[in-house]
């Protein structure tokens, strides 16, 4: 089992900046890799971001270059740097991690919006 954690969600205008951070505890051995997905109000949850264990980065085609995914192995802490900000952006914001046998921990979510 592994906890997730994030944090860094809130309220900003458009054009505006955020940084998520995700703390992961518990089997951390066991993880393969970790992302970030999104679920705004009416639709499916999706992959924004994703890294590997070996620092492999994949994006969601509309967040490349705006978004970067990071790491700190150390502090089991995967952080989302999140520039120029839309309104289209907003949604509750969802840590995972990723283990060995396939299956996924999930955090609670926190809440970004952006305004016009």
């Known amino acids: 089992q592994v906890q997730i954690l994030e944090s860094g969600g809130g309220l900003v205008q458009a054009g505006g900046s955020l940084r998520l951070s995700c703390v992961a505890s518990g089997r951390i051995f066991s993880i393969n890799a970790m992302g970030w997905y999104r679920q705004a109000p009416g639709k499916q949850r999706e992959l924004v971001a994703s890294i590997t264990t070996g620092s492999t980065t994949n994006y969601a085609d509309s967040v490349k270059g705006r978004f970067t995914i990071s790491r700190d192995n150390a502090k089991n802490t995967v952080y989302l740097q999140m520039n120029g900000l839309k309104p289209e952006d907003t949604a509750v914001y969802y840590c995972?991690?990723?283990?060995?046998?396939?299956?996924?921990?999930w955090g609670q979510g926190t809440q970004v919006t952006v305004s016009s």
């Open positions: 995972t991690a990723v283990r060995s046998n396939s299956r996924q921990d």
